[in-house]
């Protein structure tokens, strides 16, 4: 067993076995930086134009597919698109100062505390994921390596010249996309930046930020008729190389090939030949600018360490196609409960540049005068279920398996008794596996004080069998679960947003009750998140100013 499935187990019993250091207490004052900052780095602009959105780039298109969206070069992204995705996903689009439950409330108002909204979730509202952009001679500028920097919507240049080739060299033959570009996304991840906060529980944390962003911008791009297939397995040793950084403080944990308008470079005036990839670099190179941090003092937290250590071992050897298949979530068919089959969904025709930019967490302001309808609860069900697509490496080991359950808790919905029940994706339905009001249930089993779990209409909750994903592919396949988790929660922010309806995402809950409320015990799957859904309080005291 690896130390991967230690660490599943730990985060399934934290509720009653607190993982170490217990009482631990974060520094507030001696808190990192809500970005990277690399002194001296030159900042090259973003288009703030990226040609607005296009018809028919809507939340249902985003997550289903299908439909008609224009586009000046379909299939294919150039700067103003790239412009786009990271400003919509992790770019900052407004200061948000509502009045709500959440534990930093009083902080907000100061202006270097300030609560600026992005279109993707992070947990914590740490953001720990650095976007990278390699760039080769097919691109729109000079070549080279830069970071964004969310907060001049800028690419920070952090090297000059093509090292496409070392990324291409790091992904393997294999890695769908990789040979037909000289673009890339590389996602790191700074672990301090959320383990001042979360410490131990760091690495459960950010690897569901990863799958937030991933599904952000698979929903964005497919919106626009566009296609990206994220990598997560590669030579994860050779990238952080690349980038500089010491490899148990910032883990590499996608790459993401984009497609590029234009004809490759490599190509150019060779009709009829096949791609002909530029080498990697006959010599080590390597980012020689640095992260100037913030905090005085760091710290390093074992079991971070070790998840980071057993994720990055055998990170070059993807799994085969189909080998996540013994661990495809089980069919709700095998509920005995009789299936009450839901109407049709309530469409999801908002934009999906609209629905990002209105997305927020409510934060307590859930009331239940009001319940949702049965048909904005199909839509939020489906939109969960497509999510757990848009957050893994589809290219290789997804083979088609399908990882997550889903599971309600019914408050508050018209036409549908409260209850506990499974999701049938295929019948479109509920199954019910416990009868009677689950409030006092949720609310008994949250850690915070944040929520109202019993006025909110619904709670969601995905499980995923994370023993068996390990089983298949290894410890590297915990970023895998937690990815398929993440973009499960995003999807379920976007379509709230584009329903109207109020929602937030939580992680201190009680597992294992959760597994023994749905009935979950003497099986392998793991409830791993909660999503609240449900109608706000009307005319709250809310302050928006939108800067994109």
């Known amino acids: 067993m690896g130390y991967a499935q230690t660490y599943a187990d730990a985060i399934m019993a934290r509720g009653r076995v607190p993982m170490e250091p217990v009482n631990f207490v974060p520094d507030w004052s001696d808190g990192p930086r809500k970005t990277k900052h690399y002194p001296g780095a030159a900042t090259v602009p973003l288009p703030a134009d990226d040609g607005g959105v296009p018809e028919g780039a809507t939340v249902a298109r985003g997550l289903f597919g299908g439909g008609t969206a224009a586009d000046p070069a379909p299939g294919r992204f150039d700067l103003a698109a790239l412009s786009g995705l990271l400003r919509d996903s992790y770019?900052?689009?407004?200061?948000?100062?509502?009045?709500?439950?959440?534990?930093?409330?009083?902080?907000?108002?100061?202006?270097?505390?300030?609560?600026?909204?992005?279109?993707?979730?992070?947990?914590?509202?740490?953001?720990?994921?650095?976007?990278?952009?390699?760039?080769?001679?097919?691109?729109?500028?000079?070549?080279?390596?830069?970071?964004?920097?969310?907060?001049?919507?800028?690419?920070?240049?952090?090297?000059?010249?093509?090292?496409?080739?070392?990324?291409?060299?790091?992904?393997?033959?294999?890695?769908?996309?990789?040979?037909?570009?000289?673009?890339?996304?590389?996602?790191?991840?700074?672990?301090?930046?959320?383990?001042?906060?979360?410490?131990?529980?760091?690495?459960?944390?950010?690897?569901?930020?990863?799958?937030?962003?991933?599904?952000?911008?698979?929903?964005?791009?497919?919106?626009?008729?566009?296609?990206?297939?994220?990598?997560?397995?590669?030579?994860?040793?050779?990238?952080?190389?690349?980038?500089?950084?010491?490899?148990?403080?910032?883990?590499?944990?996608?790459?993401?090939?984009?497609?590029?308008?234009?004809?490759p470079p490599a190509t150019a005036g060779r009709?009829?030949?096949?791609?002909?990839?530029?080498?990697?670099?006959?010599?080590?190179?390597?980012?020689?600018?640095?992260?100037?941090?913030?905090?005085?003092?760091?710290?390093?937290?074992?079991?971070?360490?070790?998840?980071?250590?057993?994720?990055?071992?055998?990170?070059?050897?993807?799994?085969?196609?189909?080998?996540?298949?013994?661990?495809?979530?089980?069919?709700?068919?095998?509920?005995?409960?009789?299936?009450?089959?839901?109407?049709?969904?309530?469409?999801?025709?908002?934009?999906?540049?609209?629905?990002?930019?209105?997305?927020?967490?409510?934060?307590?302001?859930?009331?239940?005068?009001?319940?949702?309808?049965?048909?904005?609860?199909?839509a939020a069900l489906a939109a969960a279920h497509a999510g757990a697509e848009l957050g893994g490496d589809s290219g290789t080991a997804g083979g088609g398996a399908h990882l997550a359950t889903l599971y309600a808790f019914v408050n508050h919905v018209d036409g549908v008794e409260p209850g506990a029940y499974a999701y049938d994706p295929g019948r479109r339905a509920l199954r019910l596996v416990s009868a009677g009001a689950p409030g006092p249930f949720l609310q008994q089993n949250y850690f915070l004080s944040n929520y109202n779990l019993e006025q909110a209409g619904v709670v969601l909750v995905p499980t995923v069998r994370t023993h068996a994903v390990l089983e298949a592919v290894g410890d590297r396949g915990y970023r895998l679960v937690?990815?398929?988790?993440?973009?499960?929660?995003?999807?379920?922010y976007t379509a709230a947003a584009a329903l109207g309806i109020g929602c937030g995402v939580a992680l201190g809950f009680d597992n294992l009750s959760y597994r023994e409320e749905l009935d979950l015990e003497g099986t392998d799957e793991a409830p791993l998140l909660i999503m609240l859904l449900g109608h706000e309080r009307p005319a709250p005291a809310d302050f928006r100013y939108e800067i994109a």
């Not at 691109?139 to 919507?153: C, E, F, I, K, N």
């Not at 937290?301 to 990170?315: C, D, H, I, K, V």
């Not at 009789?338 to 629905?355: H, I, K, Q, S």
């Not at 937690?482 to 379920?492: C, E, K, R, S």
């Open 91 to 263: 770019g900052l689009t407004g200061r948000r100062l509502g009045v709500q439950a959440n534990t930093d409330l009083n902080a907000l108002p100061h202006y270097p505390l300030a609560n600026w909204s992005r279109g993707t979730a992070s947990g914590g509202g740490l953001y720990p994921v650095a976007v990278y952009w390699a760039s080769g001679p097919g691109g729109p500028g000079l070549p080279g390596l830069h970071y964004y920097s969310a907060r001049h919507h800028g690419m920070r240049r952090l090297l000059t010249g093509d090292v496409t080739g070392e990324i291409r060299a790091a992904l393997g033959p294999d890695a769908p996309g990789s040979a037909d570009t000289d673009q890339y996304l590389v996602l790191g991840i700074k672990y301090w930046q959320n383990a001042f906060k979360y410490n131990s529980f760091s690495f459960h944390a950010v690897s569901m930020d990863l799958g937030a962003l991933l599904g952000t911008w698979r929903l964005w791009a497919r919106a626009r008729g566009l296609e990206i297939e994220p990598a997560l397995w590669f030579d994860e040793a050779r990238l952080q190389r690349l980038l500089g950084v010491e490899p148990e403080a910032e883990g590499v944990f996608a790459v993401v090939p984009l497609t590029w308008a234009g004809e």
């Open 271 to 378: 009709p009829g030949r096949a791609p002909v990839a530029p080498p990697a670099p006959p010599a080590p190179v390597a980012v020689r600018r640095t992260d100037a941090e913030r905090s005085r003092r760091v710290l390093t937290f074992e079991a971070l360490s070790a998840m980071q250590r057993a994720t990055a071992a055998g990170a070059a050897d993807r799994p085969a196609p189909g080998a996540l298949a013994p661990a495809a979530a089980h069919p709700p068919a095998r509920r005995q409960g009789a299936a009450r089959e839901l109407p049709d969904a309530a469409p999801l025709t908002m934009t999906v540049r609209r629905a990002l930019r209105s997305r927020r967490s409510s934060f307590g302001r859930f009331a239940a005068h009001r319940g949702l309808s049965a048909a904005q609860l199909t």
């Open 482 to 492: 937690n990815a398929t988790v993440g973009a499960i929660a995003q999807a379920t």
